[in-house]
């Protein structure tokens, strides 16, 4: 069974590559293999029958029209039996007979093609009536069974059979979905696709983004036939012709190529190279067609805006932000070592030390201002730009190192500085004695720079951690204190005897 499968597999893989005289052997053996299973088990029938339809289609693809009319005959009959006992094989009988139909129109039983294409057509408006995952296999049918009357020489028959699938639906959009792909298949002469597309207009709402999109390309497409017929039918029923029917197709591909293009620095460039089309008007509706098909369509405003920017103050300056965030994004993710790397080449170009950085920072911290991964990164900027950045990494790579690092930066009154790498020892994975002389120091900081009650509860925290230090912390503060009167109050938090635990 496995080697049946891997073979109609390798198959399906010659075809799909366009080696279709090679896919024909594999397809023999999975078969006959199939067939011998099939005739001990039962339980093989279904996979026979897929199997035959493969075959059918390999025949059909070299030319072998006459041979590929007995295998796909075979595939129709087990899977009628099959879903004769069971419904869920339903939608591989009205394949099979799809299949059936061009295998006989192949071969010229224009007459005999009709049935099967009749029969899948009614299988699959009763599987769309239930679940909507069948209407593009229903709306297929229609257009097979569309191209078997032609040839059976029973034209008019096909709007019928559209008007009845269309009918048999109860909802809305799956009438609208019918109505665009059958103004799809008209005849470029058939000016009635324009009626087809109006009424699905008609029937569409809001949220029906991606059908929505679909109805306005063909609307596009049928418009460029033949401008002067679309134009005096389509304002006869609703009006002036909408900006989106006017959109060139081009345009809309320059705005989606723009949209998808990354870096930010090379969409900048692009942006820039067309200029002239991505500024203009058309844009905006470019971007409300795109926007259709989003999961999120709000997901498209940041770029109107971005174009928006541009046309009002340049785009260079109208990137600035979005660069300066794309820079931070990537140091953000980038690996420690890698982080230490990108400081260091950005030291001399200041892109990443920069204030466009620091405000993009500012905007994420502000979005989420509890991430404690955005707070250390914030804390290695501010070290950065105070060239201390170094001795910061050294500690996050050797966290014993914090205290004599902390405490330099105390005596040597680097307070901004100091609070950066003590909000680090604070934050990382460290012992109760590195996280304590973080909290010491960063109350030593936040007193220095007028918060007095954050401070005395960080000087409490360090207590908490460690009260082990407690003695060389009040040395350093006596030490620091004839300079910086407002910590004197952290002395005597700290000299406090601790509070018992309650019960």
């Not at 693809?61 to 796909?72: I, L, S």
């Not at 049935?115 to 057509?121: G, I, K, L, M």
């Not at 890698?338 to 502000?366: I, N, Y």
Request: charged fraction near 25%; proline fraction near 6%.
């Amino acid at each position: 069974p496995n080697l049946a499968m891997a073979l109609n597999n390798l198959g399906n893989r010659y075809s799909e590559v366009g080696r279709r005289q090679e896919a024909v052997a594999p397809t023999e053996e999975a078969v006959a293999l199939r067939r011998e299973q099939a005739a001990a088990n039962p339980a093989y029938q279904p996979n026979l029958a897929g199997t035959l339809s493969s075959l059918g289609n390999r025949y059909s693809e070299v030319g072998r029209h006459q041979e590929a009319v007995a295998p796909t005959e075979e595939a129709v009959r087990l899977y009628r039996d099959l879903a004769a006992a069971n419904p869920a094989y339903q939608p591989n009988l009205a394949m099979a007979l799809s299949n059936l139909g061009i295998r006989y129109s192949e071969v010229g039983r224009h007459q005999e093609a009709v049935a099967p294409t009749e029969e899948a057509v009614r299988l699959y408006r009763d599987l769309a009536a239930a679940n909507p995952a069948f209407l593009p296999n229903l709306a297929m049918a229609l257009t097979n069974l569309g191209s078997r009357y032609s040839k059976a020489e029973q034209d008019d028959a096909i709007e019928r059979m559209w008007h009845e699938a269309i009918s048999s639906l109860t909802d809305s959009s799956g009438k609208a979905f019918l109505l665009v792909r059958r103004a799809e298949g008209r005849a470029a002469t058939d000016h009635s696709a324009v009626d087809d597309l109006l009424a699905a207009q008609a029937l569409l709402t809001d949220s029906d983004g991606d059908l929505t999109a679909d109805l306005h390309s063909a609307c596009r497409t049928r418009r460029a036939q033949d401008p002067e017929a679309f134009d005096s039918r389509w304002p006869h029923e609703s009006g002036a012709l909408p900006g989106w029917l006017l959109i060139s197709e081009d345009d809309l591909e320059i705005v989606w190529q723009w949209l998808t293009t990354s870096p930010e620095a090379t969409a900048k460039q692009l942006l820039v190279q067309h200029a002239d089309r991505l500024l203009a008007p058309t844009s905006d509706v470019a971007l409300d067609e795109i926007a259709l098909r989003l999961p999120d369509r709000s997901a498209i405003e940041p770029y109107r805006q971005l174009l928006g920017e541009a046309r009002r103050v340049g785009i260079e300056d109208a990137y600035r932000s979005w660069l300066a965030l794309e820079l931070l994004e990537n140091w953000l993710d980038a690996p420690l070592e890698e982080k230490r790397s990108m400081l260091d080449d950005q030291r001399t170009r200041g892109e990443l030390l920069g204030p466009d950085v620091a405000d993009a920072l500012g905007g994420l911290r502000e979005s989420d201002p509890n991430d404690s991964g955005l707070i250390v990164h914030e804390a290695l900027l501010s070290l950065a730009r105070e060239g201390r950045d170094g001795a910061a990494f050294e500690a996050l790579a050797e966290p014993t190192r914090f205290p004599a690092l902390l405490s330099d930066l105390a005596r040597s009154n680097e307070f901004v500085a100091l609070d950066a790498l003590a909000t680090l020892a604070t934050m990382v994975d460290a012992g109760d004695a590195e996280q304590a002389s973080g909290w010491l120091h960063k109350a030593i900081a936040l007193a220095v720079a007028g918060d007095p009650d954050a401070a005395l509860d960080a000087a409490r925290r360090a207590r908490r951690l460690d009260p082990g230090q407690v003695a060389a912390w009040l040395g350093l503060l006596v030490e620091l204190a004839p300079h910086h009167p407002s910590i004197v109050s952290l002395s005597q938090t700290l000299a406090e005897t601790p509070r018992p635990s309650a019960p």
